[in-house]
């Protein structure tokens, strides 16, 4: 079974619907191999290099709401990503443009390695996320993915070109085509899930695609797009 889903390395319910999906993966019975591919949907294609304020700040402006209630948004982001056991600080995230990122994840699948592909995938997201690095800095990004073997030198001449920069926007192009303007989508099989499902929601759409249905279920979930991310 193929698993596509949109995602940006920015993105809280990101993170957070990829551990979901994992953990949905493992706990169907006789599901042996599942091939997961993420590809690029950048919330902020316009971002800088560098955090230009801090994440409460940006929150509140974002979305038109008091500094304390941003924070207590952020706070419950955070706590719903440490419930899935991860070291979530969103509070402290340094957001910046994430072309590069998605770049050398793109370079990752086309060396045909997917396991590396995914610790790829995975570090980086803790790498904003828990670490709270800056996902434009080349040298970070240079480390990251020697870390999780892929050839410097290619690494290196990756950084230092536009390569994959069209892939990235095919990627998006993708997305619009299909109607999607906020992430995480995730498409099993012929069912399409919006946004970071419960881990049980994700289950239940991929024993439904396991079954072969031939209707599409669009189900809805918190989701984050170029606007902003939907908060309770």
Request: charged share 30%; glycine share 8%.
């Amino acid at each position: 079974m193929k698993i596509v889903y949109w995602s940006d390395y920015a993105c809280p319910y990101c993170y957070i619907g990829e551990e979901r999906l994992k953990k949905a993966a493992s706990a169907v019975p006789g599901l042996k191999e599942v091939e997961i591919e993420m590809k690029a949907f950048q919330l902020d294609p316009s971002a800088g290099e560098h955090a230009a304020e801090d994440t409460q700040t940006r929150f509140a402006a974002k979305y038109g709401i008091s500094f304390d209630d941003a924070g207590k948004q952020i706070d419950m982001i955070s706590a719903m990503g440490r419930a899935e056991g991860l070291d979530f600080r969103y509070a402290q995230t340094r957001f910046t443009n994430t072309m590069d990122a998605h770049r050398l994840t793109k370079l990752a699948y086309h060396e045909g390695n997917k396991a590396a592909a995914q610790k790829l995938i995975d570090r980086l997201f803790h790498a904003y996320f828990t670490e709270n690095r800056e996902l434009a800095d080349k040298d970070l990004l240079q480390h990251i993915g020697e870390e999780c073997g892929l050839d410097p030198e290619k690494i290196r001449g990756l950084l230092d070109s536009d390569l994959y920069r069209d892939e990235v926007l095919l990627d998006e192009r993708e997305a619009a085509m299909y109607g999607i303007h906020a992430v995480p989508f995730f498409v099993i099989g012929k069912y399409g899930i919006s946004g970071a499902q419960s881990t049980e929601g994700m289950k239940a759409a991929i024993l439904k695609a396991l079954e072969d249905h031939e209707e599409t279920d669009t189900q809805e979930g918190m989701t984050c797009g170029p606007t902003g991310c939907r908060i309770r």
